[in-house]
């Protein structure tokens, strides 16, 4: 580790840290429906998709209602980007005459984007026509991210409103968080991206002829549009095979910094969104501080296992940390920063192969992705994930003290609890079910790249990543067989509705809750001591959980290494 790393470290999280009041106020006045200074602008636009949809922004929703009409958008989005991907070879806009995507991938495609998880079996400049990048894959990082900040916005009004039964309008959060948080801000990052060096056309690819005579097809497209909500959505689907580490997704080192700090930023500002209509600021920067203090170790682990090295690399003379697999223009410092921030935050895009990592460098990507992804996380998924172990831990800590939970002044009481342990073990369930049965059928086996834990590591990542809606892979696994292209689709369905289901249906029972008076033996939740039960029930349950899954893989493989034996 250098002086120079931890420097770059701390100024990216200096930005997240200037950003998350600004932004946190701006979306605040968006989602209580104040004006704004893009209200003119946008007002009439917002007002006429509600005509065209037959509601209002008068017009609120019961929990059931708000769910069924996420999930019904998700299934027709899900149906319709499956049929374009069928159909691109007689669409327009379609230069390099991409085939029909293959039934099989087609599914794992639609399900990847409209779940915000963006798992790509396949290469997006070999397989997809522009069509399909644009109006297909590009449309669905914007609404799926902003379904994913509707839902967290639905959990905070359960929290801040008492006697009530609605939790606002899905059509208008979705419209809004679209409008006003995620359009303006891509459409600024993208003319950015495009002045560093992204393309952004519709040419045919380029034909070049190399120094040595030989042909090269050098692709290209819309990119910088795609890379800009990819990233600030959370999404992480590339336009690139190579993803975030091809010269034309990421040309310079501003746009690299660009795309890790888009990525945390709407999740670290929604804890401040939190803090204001619950109406106590404190309480967002207790959240904020328990996922930053997750982040800080998870960054010191990766960064300090990949500047140590291989030590059969060492034994062999040559000194040094671990450059196998990193983005060679940045190095292991930002490599490793930004291979925790896209796990941490289930954004997924990746600029450096985390199968090449050390075995410690990388567990951390799957113990973010295990945890649920609440350091940070998804935009909206990070939230509400992160709320739903607040409600446990303080269950606990009114155990603790032998009197009725409480936490912003409302009764935490059985149904709370169950839906939050609902929502809770229904992750390990897909992650660790599908895993067993890949890892012992000839099927799955067959795809793994390399023998031992290592080759475990590869299979429990993908179901780790697609569960937890990641989407970014270990690699080594070859996923575009049947076998994995459904079982993955599937992991990403219930790793985002049945969550979202008994998220859901706590903030239904919450915000028909009364608000108690604070007292004497109210259990203060803004204060260190709240972190730190917050941040133990987070390990506790994650380690209880998946260390066997752990221990069979790159735990195993980290003692095997240091004894001098390889996978």
């Not at 449309?139 to 994913?148: K, L, M």
């Not at 060096?197 to 692709?219: D, R």
């Not at 600029?351 to 973010?368: D, K, T, Y």
């Not at 475990?456 to 990542?461: I, K, N, Q, R, V």
Request: proline share 5%; with cysteine.
């Amino acid at each position: 580790m250098t002086l120079n790393g931890w420097i770059q470290i701390l100024l990216f999280c200096g930005l997240i840290l200037v950003l998350v009041r600004p932004l946190g106020g701006y979306m605040t006045r968006v989602f209580s429906g104040e004006r704004t200074l893009l209200s003119p602008v946008l007002g009439p636009l917002e007002r006429g998709l509600y005509r065209i949809a037959g509601t209002g922004e008068q017009e609120e929703q019961h929990w059931t209602t708000y769910t069924a009409a996420l999930l019904f958008f998700s299934i027709a989005s899900v149906v319709l980007l499956y049929f374009m991907q069928r159909f691109q070879a007689v669409l327009p806009f379609n230069p390099a005459e991409m085939p029909a995507v293959p039934p099989e991938l087609a599914f794992n495609t639609a399900v990847s984007f409209v779940t915000n998880t963006n798992w790509q079996n396949y290469g997006g400049e070999g397989t997809m026509s522009y069509l399909t990048q644009m109006a297909g894959l590009t449309v669905q990082n914007f609404v799926s991210a902003a379904a994913g900040i509707a839902i967290a916005v639905a959990l905070i009004r359960a929290f801040s409103r008492k006697s009530m039964r609605s939790l606002g309008n899905f059509w208008v959060d979705l419209t809004r968080a679209t409008l006003y948080v995620l359009l303006p801000i891509c459409v600024v990052g993208t003319l950015v991206l495009v002045w560093q060096g992204v393309p952004q056309n519709l040419n045919p690819y380029t034909v070049a002829t190399t120094l040595e005579g030989a042909q090269q097809t050098i692709a290209q497209g819309p990119v910088a549009s795609q890379m800009m909500i990819k990233h600030l959505g959370t999404n992480g689907g590339g336009f690139f095979n190579a993803n975030a580490s091809h010269p034309f997704e990421s040309p310079t080192a501003l746009t690299n910094l660009i795309h890790m700090v888009s990525i945390f930023a709407i999740g670290a500002a929604l804890t401040n969104v939190f803090g204001r209509m619950v109406g106590n600021q404190r309480q967002g920067w207790a959240i904020f501080a328990a996922m930053g203090i997750l982040f800080i170790a998870g960054v010191a682990v990766c960064y300090w296992a990949e500047a140590a090295g291989n030590p059969l690399v060492h034994a062999l003379g040559i000194e040094g940390g671990n450059m196998e697999g990193k983005e060679t223009r940045f190095g292991i410092a930002l490599s490793s920063l930004f291979a925790v921030i896209t796990t941490a935050a289930s954004c997924g895009a990746v600029n450096a192969m985390h199968g090449s990592f050390m075995a410690p460098g990388g567990m951390i990507p799957l113990i973010n992705m295990m945890l649920g992804e609440v350091v940070i996380g998804g935009v909206g998924a990070g939230l509400y994930g992160m709320l739903v172990f607040v409600v446990v831990s303080i269950f606990i800590a009114g155990l603790m003290v032998g009197r009725t939970p409480e936490y912003l002044g409302k009764k935490i009481e059985a149904k709370e609890v169950k839906m939050a342990m609902l929502a809770l073990l229904i992750l390990p369930l897909s992650m660790l079910g599908f895993t067993a049965v890949a890892v012992i059928l000839e099927t799955g086996v067959a795809s793994m790249g390399n023998p031992g834990p290592h080759g475990f590591s590869e299979a429990l990542y993908a179901y780790v990543s697609a569960t937890a809606n990641n989407g970014s892979a270990f690699g080594g696994l070859t996923g575009n067989t049947a076998w994995y292209n459904i079982t993955l689709g599937l992991a990403m369905l219930i790793g985002r509705f049945a969550m979202i289901v008994p998220v859901m249906a706590m903030a239904g029972s919450l915000v028909t809750k009364k608000a108690a008076p604070e007292s004497a033996g109210t259990f203060p939740t803004t204060g260190p001591l709240f972190i730190g039960l917050l941040i133990g029930v987070v390990l506790i349950m994650g380690g209880l959980e998946f260390f066997p899954a752990l221990a069979l893989g790159p735990i195993v493989e980290h003692l095997a290494t240091s004894l001098g034996q390889t996978f």
